[in-house]
């Protein structure tokens, strides 16, 4: 593993750390549709700077690249809904580490008896992005509401009131990610990550799956994307030789 | 013809990037579209009667794609100068220029971001995260960034350059090819993506279940071919569980 650990921001659940970690989701939030669009804020990259930002980047791997094949789906046409991807990934990679967890990959050394923590940090990622969902939704009934109000504008010119509306939308975009950041951070560390010793062992058990099933739907949902017939030759291909020399030579 | 000016190439460049920002199921980008174009209507002759009209003009329904949008950002500032000089722009030209070349860029973009390079960069990413490439990932949405953010620029001296000639450049059949190649190349990284991890579940120690690990990478794989019901991401987690709960009972 090719790694550049810096010294962590971020270390335990403080009042300034979460902060910190607050910010990054209301700048990554920004960035997702409202800013710029780097795809920074996409689930991987997210998890890596969030990792990084804590002092783990391993564990934002962990928890990123599962979440981000299973996402990798989720494009902004064709389809209304959105999720909070961006501030659940922070949230589950934070409360994971700041909750005092070190998750390894899956199919890495002796990473197999976290897979369960895994895929339960996994699945709250998954249903705090359904949450973030109706934030997100309810922003932009709001930002419907105010750019309403800038018809009022069209009658009297004042261009200030359009510029004032456009930066407020900005501002509720930053606020929406910032809090709901803190706020799913806060979720995973005081209630979800201490539910887990107290699920059934059946569940348990299933949720060591979970991290393994999600790259294979991930992949799955990527060549249903661009059509089967379409795409396979090409998948094939990619696939057969990358398994051959990696199995076979590296 | 008025040149644009960098001072002006600037404001421009960085309230395009937010133009995104008040998004509303209403009219879309159409406040974002009129926050950008303030920035020109700011250094002009001011009459309030003048501000109305133009407030109007970009306040209606608006939709195109961000990454491709300053293509017509620059084609809209050229036709307002030019109607600023006393150029001949005919009545309406400037509204129905802003609807149809902002939907032909929205059609592009789809195709080219969307469906072409956003799922290539992914797939991408998640190869590095496979190789345990930490911060390549990071460096690999940092040149996407650079990248995109050189385009917008280039595209808004390009579109002010071209006003209504932006046309032709929309016909340009490299698009296409460029579109064909993004997608065949988002298809060999998902094989790439695909071949990796199941090396990896072969490589994999025996103290798991082996029947398990390969049962549920077939099955995730299949699943979405299967269902052919394109569920977002969230719910297909949920969707995992229940599988992964029934293969925890069969097997």
């Known amino acids: 593993m090719a790694l550049w650990v810096p010294v962590a921001l971020v270390s335990?659940?403080?009042?300034?750390?979460?902060?910190?970690?607050?910010?990054?989701?209301?700048?990554?939030?920004?960035?997702?549709?409202?800013?710029?669009?780097t795809w920074f804020g996409q689930p991987l990259p997210a998890a890596v700077l969030t990792g990084y930002l804590c002092g783990d980047p391993l564990t934002g791997l962990a928890v990123g690249l599962p979440l981000q094949l299973v996402l990798a789906g989720n494009l902004p046409i064709g389809q209304t809904f959105t999720g909070d991807s961006t501030s659940a990934t922070i949230a589950a990679v934070a409360g994971a580490i700041l909750g005092g967890r070190h998750l390894p990959p899956v199919l890495v050394g002796n990473s197999e008896g976290t897979w369960q923590l895994l895929g339960w940090v996994i699945l709250g990622a998954g249903l705090l992005s359904l949450l973030g969902h109706l934030l997100i939704q309810g922003e932009r009934r709001a930002n419907g509401i105010w750019m309403l109000e800038g018809l009022r504008s069209l009658r009297d010119g004042r261009l200030g009131r359009i510029e004032r509306l456009h930066i407020r939308c900005l501002l509720t975009?930053?606020?929406?990610?910032?809090?709901?950041?803190?706020?799913?951070?806060?979720?995973?560390?005081?209630?979800?990550?201490?539910?887990?010793?107290?699920?059934?062992?059946?569940?348990?058990?299933?949720?060591?799956?979970?991290?393994?099933?999600?790259?294979?739907?991930?992949?799955?949902?990527?060549?249903?994307?661009?059509?089967?017939?379409?795409?396979?030759?090409?998948?094939?291909?990619?696939?057969?030789c990358t398994f051959l020399v990696a199995h076979y030579v590296v | 013809m008025k040149t644009m000016t960098r001072g002006l190439q600037w404001s421009l460049f960085l309230r395009s990037l937010t133009m995104q920002g008040s998004w509303n199921h209403q009219r879309m980008?159409?406040?974002?579209?009129?926050?950008?174009?303030?920035?020109?209507?700011?250094?002009?002759?001011?009459?309030?009667?003048?501000?109305?009209?133009?407030?109007?003009?970009?306040?209606?329904?608006?939709?195109?794609?961000?990454?491709?949008?300053?293509?017509?950002?620059?084609?809209?500032?050229?036709?307002?100068?030019?109607?600023?000089?006393?150029?001949?722009?005919?009545?309406?030209?400037?509204?129905t220029f802003r609807d149809s070349v902002g939907r032909a860029l929205a059609s592009l973009g789809d195709q080219l971001f969307w469906l072409g390079l956003r799922p290539t960069l992914i797939m991408a990413i998640c190869l590095f995260g496979l190789m345990g490439q930490i911060f390549t990932v990071l460096v690999v949405i940092g040149i996407f960034t650079v990248g995109q953010l050189l385009l917008r620029w280039v595209a808004l001296r390009k579109g002010y350059d071209l006003g209504m000639d932006i046309v032709?450049?929309?016909?340009?059949?490299?698009?296409?090819?460029?579109?064909?190649?993004?997608?065949?190349?988002?298809?060999?990284?998902?094989?790439?993506?695909?071949?990796?991890?199941?090396?990896?579940?072969?490589?994999?120690?025996?103290t798991s279940d082996r029947n398990l690990l390969w049962i549920g990478t077939v099955l995730g794989m299949g699943l979405p071919l299967i269902l052919r019901k394109r569920l977002p991401g969230e719910l297909l987690i949920v969707a995992a569980l229940f599988l992964a709960l029934v293969l925890t009972f069969a097997i």
């Open chain 2, 168 to 206: 032709d450049l929309l016909f340009d059949p490299r698009w296409h090819t460029w579109i064909g190649r993004m997608k065949r190349a988002g298809m060999v990284l998902t094989g790439m993506v695909a071949g990796l991890y199941l090396a990896q579940v072969a490589e994999f120690g025996v």
């Open chain 2, 29 to 95: 980008q159409n406040l974002g579209l009129l926050w950008t174009v303030l920035s020109w209507l700011r250094r002009t002759r001011r009459d309030v009667n003048r501000d109305r009209i133009i407030c109007r003009r970009y306040y209606g329904f608006f939709n195109t794609n961000p990454y491709l949008a300053n293509f017509l950002f620059g084609g809209l500032i050229r036709l307002e100068n030019d109607q600023e000089a006393g150029l001949e722009v005919p009545p309406g030209v400037i509204g």
């Open chain 1, 173 to 240: 975009t930053f606020l929406r990610g910032f809090s709901s950041g803190i706020l799913f951070i806060l979720l995973m560390i005081r209630v979800w990550m201490p539910l887990f010793p107290h699920l059934p062992p059946t569940l348990q058990t299933a949720l060591g799956t979970l991290p393994l099933l999600l790259p294979g739907l991930g992949v799955g949902t990527m060549i249903e994307r661009y059509g089967l017939k379409s795409s396979w030759p090409w998948v094939a291909a990619g696939m057969i």
């Open chain 1, 12 to 37: 335990d659940p403080t009042l300034s750390s979460l902060l910190v970690l607050g910010l990054l989701a209301g700048i990554l939030a920004l960035d997702d549709t409202a800013l710029a669009q």
